[in-house]
């Protein structure tokens, strides 16, 4: 049965001295193939010209959505520091007023509006303020400057504050600096 079968394979030279069948011959006509050909080159530069485009055209994005994700970053704070431009005029009017009169009275009194105006701002765009006195010592949301012997005070809770904490939409943006109990057998001491 094998030697009913053709087991000559023809090779890729063999192929291309081969006469083309009645289905594979080319136009006789040598106009008609010159003109097929012209066709062909035509599609080739067309599609060569579309790919170069849509190239182009994906760069083009690339670059814009670039600009536009850097002018983004460049001016994401903008509505916040425009908010805290009259609080740094009131420090001016305030600095002046204190130069003028002399009157610490007048300037604390001053300070201390622009201390509830910037704070205000601050809410305004998520950010709270918190105090950690009495609270047992914390290291995510306390930073401990010191610790001091307490007899009142259980070991481990804060007993003073340097400087408040503040959280950015419920995430802790600085610790509250604080100093922390101990007591008289504490081995940290």
């Known amino acids: 049965m094998d030697d009913a079968r053709d ?24 106009e008609a193939r010159a003109a097929e050909v012209d ?8 599609k060569q010209d579309r790919l170069l485009r849509a190239l182009a055209e994906v760069d083009n ?17 903008e509505s ?10 009131n420090f001016d009017r305030a ?8 009157e610490a009275a007048q300037v604390v009194e001053g300070v201390a509006l622009i ?3 910037l704070l205000k701002v601050l809410e305004r765009v998520g950010v709270t303020r918190y105090s950690a006195l009495g609270e047992r010592f914390d290291p995510k949301r ?9 007899g009142t005070h259980p ?12 959280l950015l939409n419920g995430r802790v943006l600085r610790a509250a600096q604080v100093l922390v109990a101990a007591s008289d057998d504490d081995p940290g001491r």
């Open 80 to 89: 916040l520091v425009r908010e805290l431009l009259p609080a740094i005029d």
């Open 39 to 46: 066709d062909l080159r035509k599609q080739l530069n067309e």
């Open 7 to 30: 087991t000559h394979r023809s090779t890729p030279v063999e192929d291309a001295s081969r006469e083309p069948s009645a289905g594979e011959r080319e136009p006789a006509d040598p």
């Open 95 to 102: 600095l002046e007023a204190a130069r003028a009169t002399g």
């Open 142 to 150: 306390h930073e401990a400057t010191g610790r001091v012997m307490s």
């Open 61 to 77: 994005v690339k670059r814009r959505t670039q600009r536009e994700r850097d002018e983004y970053v460049r001016y994401a704070n």
């Open 115 to 117: 201390q509830r105006e």
């Open 155 to 166: 070991p481990d809770t804060v007993v003073a504050e340097m400087a408040p904490g503040y």
